[in-house]
């Protein structure tokens, strides 16, 4: 599996032009090794090579199992860029990846003063943004958890508890069904704090007439969910909440049939979008479609209108649009889709037309 993404990665490579990429994001080298680090302030970097003679720079404190490729160990006081210079190519090109703190990079550029570098991480990114069957699973069992705790917490909230309350029963319930936990802060809103697309969990009732947004996703073996449902307590006086929700699920499932292999993402966005400006709403969905998700809740790659690249098999990514009413409330539909060979998998099973709660 590791030698297939490897070959993947080179192929971008050779198209970039690069010999030699720098990999340090600890994900991107999980994702390439199968070695799992967090090294905090410590240097982690892998160098993949077109000769296939590719580096592991390790620190002595991490603990790995043995690999196939050459490892260089370093301690807290050996000079680890150097050694990283001692196995490059100082005269020509090196593919850099977003995550390398300055704190190593700019050595490495004093040190070889001839070296050219340049961001390479669309090398990795392009492949990671592809899922193979393995992640697929992965992604779907994420996805299954999440379903089945947003309809716990439907069932559990009422008026009377807090934002926060509702928040900590999601985050307790993913653990409960085998997540490692929440793959971000667990957006649970009330009333007008829905208008507040990131909005964090505070001591706000919910009250009669209320709406409520769970966006919530937890981590299942490394692997993210996210997903997002807007539900009313009992009865609302705002007749105008029935009209945007309904408008907010026509764009979601609009945009999620037109979805197959080779669409625009800024065409997909576009649908949704015009739905929405259609109606009036254009000012209030102030936020792009949607977004990759992988090993993070938020991966490279978007459903946006700057983006003209194409679907493809593999991807996997939100389709998420939103009205906010300042001071009134919010909605915001979103599922995980799967583009397949001739269409997309919507990942989340949860229904989606009006519920009360």
């Known amino acids: 599996m590791y030698k297939e993404r490897i070959e993947r990665v080179l192929a971008r490579m050779k198209a970039a032009g690069l010999s030699q990429l720098l990999v340090s994001d600890p994900k991107s080298v999980f994702y390439l090794t199968g070695v799992s680090v967090e090294p905090y302030e410590r240097m982690l970097a892998?160098?993949?090579?077109?000769?296939?003679?590719?580096?592991?720079f390790l620190n002595r404190l991490f603990n790995v199992p043995e690999t196939e490729y050459e490892e260089v160990w370093f301690s807290d006081t050996d000079d680890s860029v150097g050694m990283?210079?001692?196995?490059?190519?100082?005269?020509?090109?090196?593919?850099?990846?977003?995550?390398?703190?300055?704190?190593?990079?700019?050595?490495?550029?004093?040190?070889?003063?001839?070296?050219m570098v340049v961001l390479g991480s669309d090398c990795v990114d392009?492949?990671?943004?592809?899922?193979?069957?393995?992640?697929?699973?992965?992604?779907?069992?994420?996805?299954?958890?999440?379903?089945?705790?947003?309809?716990?917490?439907?069932?559990?909230?009422?008026?009377?508890?807090?934002?926060?309350?509702?928040?900590?029963?999601?985050?307790?319930?993913?653990?409960?069904?085998?997540?490692?936990?929440?793959?971000?802060?667990?957006?649970?809103?009330?009333?007008?704090?829905?208008?507040?697309?990131?909005?964090?969990?505070?001591?706000?009732?919910?009250?009669?007439?209320?709406?409520?947004?769970?966006d919530m996703g937890c981590v299942k073996d490394r692997y993210c969910s996210d997903m997002t449902r807007t539900f009313m307590c009992g009865e609302t006086e705002d007749a105008e909440f029935a009209k945007v929700y309904e408008l907010v699920r026509l764009a979601n499932e609009t945009?999620?049939?037109?979805?197959?292999?080779?669409?625009?993402?800024?065409?997909?966005?576009?649908?949704?979008?015009?739905?929405?400006?259609?109606?009036?709403?254009?000012?209030?969905?102030?936020?792009?479609?949607?977004?990759?998700?992988?090993?993070?809740?938020?991966?490279?790659?978007?459903?946006?209108s700057a983006n003209e690249s194409l679907t493809e098999p593999g991807m996997i990514f939100s389709i998420e649009p939103g009205i906010y009413l300042p001071g009134r409330f919010g909605v915001?539909?979103?599922?995980?889709?799967?583009?397949?060979?001739?269409?997309?998998?919507?990942?989340?099973?949860?229904?989606?037309?009006?519920?009360?709660?």
């Open 255 to 304: 945009a999620e049939r037109m979805i197959r292999p080779g669409v625009r993402f800024s065409d997909i966005d576009a649908a949704a979008r015009g739905l929405i400006a259609k109606a009036g709403y254009g000012e209030y969905f102030n936020h792009r479609l949607g977004h990759f998700i992988g090993q993070t809740d938020h991966e490279a790659g978007d459903v946006s």
């Open 84 to 115: 990283i210079a001692d196995r490059i190519d100082k005269s020509g090109r090196l593919g850099i990846d977003k995550e390398w703190p300055a704190r190593f990079l700019i050595p490495l550029m004093e040190r070889c003063p001839e070296l």
């Open 332 to 357: 915001r539909i979103e599922d995980l889709v799967l583009v397949t060979e001739d269409g997309c998998e919507v990942l989340n099973h949860v229904d989606k037309n009006l519920r009360r709660v």
């Open 126 to 214: 392009g492949c990671r943004a592809v899922k193979d069957e393995e992640e697929q699973k992965l992604m779907r069992e994420a996805s299954r958890i999440n379903d089945i705790v947003n309809v716990r917490a439907r069932e559990y909230v009422k008026a009377g508890m807090t934002e926060k309350m509702v928040a900590d029963f999601i985050d307790a319930n993913f653990v409960k069904e085998g997540a490692e936990g929440p793959s971000f802060t667990t957006i649970v809103s009330f009333g007008a704090n829905a208008a507040d697309p990131h909005h964090e969990p505070d001591d706000t009732v919910l009250k009669e007439g209320d709406c409520v947004l769970f």
């Open 46 to 56: 892998f160098l993949v090579r077109d000769d296939g003679k590719h580096v592991l």
